[in-house]
């Protein structure tokens, strides 16, 4: 082979390992995309209801416990604090949710008292909700008392209904007062009597019906 001729087919070697290395510098130092974790999704947090066990209250517990916790003995029992579902701000717990039964219970379902005078009561299962406790829009600093509109189901009202307007009428119940204690605690209890009445909706009657629970949810809200 001449000089020459060596001489360019050294250069095209050169060339080609050349163009080899940085192919693979390219490969090895192209920036790596940071690996950031998924957001969590917005969910509402879950709650246990508590009662007080006073026997003079218009609402209290069973005899299985006070507490009246979040999927336990077919509890349901949340806020809808968050854009998942309503995002009502609605305080809300059902005593017999399916979904929520355990056959290891033997509580199920869970009921709640209603008494509506001395010696006049019913003990049933049920569904409750205090409006508006917080949501993306609406909260109740700590430390602050509100007043807010609370219902339940019963059986023989249908409806009782502490609040003084319903769907723009005026009704004779009376609003129920909400303070905020802690930042995953809110404590309800009726105004001082005479001002405790819950309405009644078949009958139009209203009851003296003093209430007295804390609704703490499973994790601390803004």
């Known amino acids: ?18 163009c080899s290395d940085s192919d693979g510098t390219r490969a090895v130092s192209a920036p790596v995309a940071p690996q950031f974790g998924k957001t969590p999704p917005v969910t509402d947090p879950t709650a246990t209801f508590f009662f007080s066990t006073d026997p003079t209250l218009g609402v209290r517990p069973d005899a299985v416990s006070s507490a009246y916790a979040n999927n336990v003995c077919g509890v349901d029992a949340k806020i809808f604090a968050t854009s998942e579902y309503s995002n009502s701000g609605d305080a809300v717990m059902q005593t ?42 609406t909260v109740i600093p700590v430390n602050t008392t509100v007043t807010r509109v609370f219902s ?20 004779p119940g009376d609003s129920v007062l909400v303070t905020r204690t802690a ?8 105004q001082p009597a005479p001002n405790d009445r819950a309405y009644c909706l078949n009958n139009g009657q209203s009851y003296h019906m003093p209430v007295d629970f804390t609704v703490v949810t499973s994790r601390d809200l803004p």
């Not at 082979?1 to 050349?18: F, G, H, N, P, Y």
């Not at 709640?112 to 909700?129: C, K, L, P, R």
């Not at 019963?154 to 009782?160: F, I």
């Not at 930042?183 to 209890?189: D, K, L």
């Open 183 to 190: 930042a995953n605690t809110w404590h309800v209890q009726t």
């Open 152 to 171: 339940v189901n019963t059986t023989r009202c249908g409806g009782l209904y502490w609040g003084n307007e319903r769907q723009g009428v005026l009704v």
């Open 1 to 18: 082979m001449s000089r020459s001729a060596l001489c360019t087919s050294l250069i095209l070697l050169a060339a080609v390992a050349a």
């Open 96 to 137: 017999d949710n399916p979904r929520f039964s355990d056959r290891k219970c033997a509580a199920y379902p869970r009921k709640v008292t209603f008494a509506y005078a001395a010696g006049d009561a019913e003990t049933i299962t049920t569904f409750m909700n205090v409006r508006n406790v917080e949501n993306t829009t």
